[in-house]
DNA sequence: CGCAATGGGGATGGCATCATCCCCTTTTGT
DNA sequence: ACAAAAGGGGATGATGCCATCCCCATTGCG
């Protein structure tokens, strides 16, 4: 059983954050708390396994390096056996140097983190690296979602208006069956379905 | 139809948004971009009637007054008719207030937002109001989450531990009934699923 | 005592999604 | 011209969640 715990003042992003710990971790249960007297008090009453802190918390500056890092220290302190990763808004190498003195295990933009990648961090965590995800827009991404498609099927979707010019859309169903651990039909089934459901709508984009 | 754009840098924040903007409004579909390149793109290309922009867009200072209106200028302007709103991390009376000349119907901290409010903001909108939300910490959150719970059980244990202290658990079921627009014993039978998985589990929390 | 609130369940039908299997036509590339 | 890729769908069983209705025992309180 593995316990977890998403120190983050925003409440939709610690809602993120602790849905992709949910689909990337088995068997584990996931607390949130928004301050650092919360996650303090959480610390002291149980004790986690990973913990995921965002060092701009309300109650300190911000852009004060020594604020963030003392957030950072703190929480490392109160939960030394646990897995530590920080979390940010704002890239800095020199940050991340600091927090991997400080005890921290991964050093993560959130402008780079997009979903299902925090399982990748853990993976390098697990092989004993420190994980440095700096913010990368050379992949910058544009995002559409239909309400009416089902989460397979935007996925799919979403995979397809992101693949590279030239890839056949037969290697991205192949890409899709890989990484859900299904069959490549279906994948093709679901983006069928999809672009069907669009079309029907009127709003199908570009690229088909 | 509706159609929404979503500008945030942050993977998981702008689909969370997104997120929230499909479940609130009916009929939609909702766009995101990354950079501000990208949303002035998609701006052209299509008409919509709602954009919700973060100002901290990569390539800008986010600690600069200047960068974040232009931001916000920018946007408004590539969509004059569109209702626009600004989400942003960082509270500013004065920065809400430059917003509102600007032409902006709203202005929201990402600290004081929580799942299912943005239709309230929308909502306040449609009265004609300005709509500000700062930060507010007074509610300050601490979230469990478990991940063999389904959503209705989720929320009835959510529901049950913020409760205010001397709240009979039977007024808990009736306001998830009314708010969900189920049966107030069906609510009871989600607490009581929920709370046998997690005695199974041995974490029951205090407070049952 | 009687009654309300709570704790602990079983069984049900409806519904959406998932994943798979099958069919066919049209377009594209070489 | 022939093969590969793509477009367009029907039908299926399994599964999980939703919402409901039903049963019972225990606890607290006036």
Same mark, same amino acid.
């Given at each position: ?39 303090? !008090? @959480?610390?002291?009453? &149980?004790?986690?396994? +990973?913990?995921?802190?965002? #060092?701009? /918390? ?74 440095? !995800? @700096?913010?990368?827009? &050379?992949?910058?991404? +544009?995002?559409?979602?239909? #309400?009416? /498609? ?59």
């Amino acid at each position: 059983m593995h316990r977890a715990l998403v120190v983050e003042d925003q409440n939709l992003m610690r809602l993120a954050l602790m849905a992709e710990l949910r689909a990337g971790l088995r068997d584990c249960y996931v607390a949130g708390a928004q301050t650092l007297p919360m996650a303090k !008090q @959480l610390l002291e009453q &149980d004790q986690f396994d +990973l913990v995921i802190t965002d #060092p701009g /918390l309300p109650g300190f500056d911000p852009t004060s390096r020594h604020d963030r890092l003392h957030v950072v220290e703190t929480i490392i302190e109160a939960a030394p056996g646990a897995v530590h990763i920080v979390v940010t808004g704002s890239d800095d190498e020199e940050e991340a140097s600091a927090c991997r003195l400080l005890g921290a295990r991964a050093y993560v933009c959130k402008t780079g983190l997009s979903q299902g990648e925090l399982p990748l961090v853990l993976e390098q965590i697990d092989r004993g690296e420190f994980s440095i !995800q @700096l913010s990368d827009l &050379d992949t910058a991404q +544009l995002d559409l979602r239909f #309400p009416t /498609l089902t989460p397979r099927e935007d996925e799919i979707l979403a995979m397809m208006m992101h693949r590279n010019t030239g890839t056949k859309r037969r290697a991205v169903f192949q890409e899709l069956a890989t990484k859900a651990g299904i069959n490549a039909a279906s994948a093709e089934r679901y983006y069928k379905q999809a672009r069907a459901k669009l079309l029907k709508l009127g709003r199908l984009p570009e690229g088909l």
